[in-house]
């Protein structure tokens, strides 16, 4: 397989969150001037990206395959969300099944001022129909004619990309190959981490159930963090396994950095007479340690991992959580 093939399944394993950070990723390297607009504050008025000061725009959407079960479903769900965007775009919504204008006050806040966009790609992770094009660009015809076109020139052309298009547009290498592989381990461990059953949490249970007797006035906040604790402990027990199946020289890294993580959070727990209140020095450890060898390439995980390994330790380690003793007098 050659790259330039690679590049475009994994496009198209991509979804959600991770589809659109590797497009964006992917345009910010090739072009100059390519400018990511965050949807904090107060959302980003439909647009993933823009470039040429403004006059090109790019939506994305990474649907989840196992949400559709035909490729029906699929045109359906694309040519909504697209449709959707690009009316947000021309400041367009629906009163009673007719498009008035509807205001969009962020735009003014994301485009430099006077500009108007002049191309829009709608880029998305499954492009294997022709049938979503009409219903698109019939709605474009339609949205220029019913808006102002305060942002979006009346003669904007609109059109839709897919993993194909995007892979073969620009040239592709191994730097991207990279990235692109490690979106897919990170999206493959989270993946994983939802079906992962903990064998042998009996005794993380029992210090937790401890922890309740020792500090009853605190019982919502001791199962938050129990559930938490839970959650990123499968994290962590996926990332090793996923390490250990594709990449063993990682994998015994992995092993030396839990090892050094046990040294120093049993002597942190040794030295306080109450463990408990130690977990989130012990989390910060553990963060650190597993840092140094992975931030670049899974950056993304190592918080959840460095709980779950404090999780996996609150079970496994010999130090006891002892319940305060009823003084009689």
């Not at 589809?19 to 390297?29: G, H, I, K, N, Y």
């Not at 008025?45 to 079960?69: I, N, Q, T, V, W």
């Not at 009673?96 to 108007?116: A, D, K």
């Not at 305060?150 to 990235?179: C, F, H, Q």
């Amino acid at each position: 397989m050659d790259l330039v093939q690679e590049y475009e399944e994994t496009l198209a394993a991509l979804c959600g969150n991770d589809f659109q950070a590797e497009v964006c990723a992917r345009l910010q390297s090739v072009i100059l001037g390519f400018q990511t607009v965050p949807a904090k504050p107060q959302g980003d008025a439909g647009l993933d990206g823009f470039s040429h000061e403004g006059r090109r725009a790019y939506c994305c959407y990474g649907p989840e395959r196992d949400e559709f079960k035909t490729n029906k479903q699929r045109e359906t769900a694309i040519v909504n969300k697209f449709k959707a965007d690009l009316r947000r775009l021309f400041e367009l919504i629906f009163e009673e099944e007719t498009l008035v204008h509807g205001e969009s006050p962020e735009m003014t806040t994301i485009l430099p001022t006077g500009q108007r966009i002049e191309h829009v790609e709608l880029i998305v992770n499954w492009f294997e129909s022709h049938r979503v094009l009409n219903p698109i660009s019939t709605a474009v015809t339609e949205y220029k004619l019913a808006s102002e076109c305060r942002y979006v020139d009346p003669n904007a052309s609109v059109i839709v990309v897919g993993p194909k298009e995007l892979a073969n547009r620009y040239a592709v290498d191994e730097v991207v190959i990279v990235r692109s592989r490690q979106r897919l381990f990170v999206k493959s461990v989270k993946e994983a981490a939802q079906v992962i059953t903990i064998d042998n949490p009996k005794d993380f249970d029992f210090k937790m159930a401890v922890l309740r007797q020792i500090r009853p006035d605190q019982l919502d906040a001791i199962q938050a963090l129990t559930e938490e604790l839970r959650a990123s402990w499968r994290m962590a027990i996926a990332f090793e396994s996923k390490l250990d199946e594709t990449l063993p020289m990682l994998h015994r890294i992995l092993e030396e950095d839990r090892a050094r993580i046990l040294t120093r959070v049993a002597a942190l727990m040794l030295a306080s007479n109450q463990p408990w209140t130690q977990l989130l020095q012990a989390g910060t450890i553990a963060q650190k340690i597993l840092a140094q060898s992975f931030e670049r390439q899974f950056g993304e995980l190592i918080l959840d991992v460095s709980s779950g390994e404090i999780a996996r330790l609150i079970g496994e380690c010999p130090i006891g959580w002892e319940a305060p003793t009823v003084q009689h007098g």
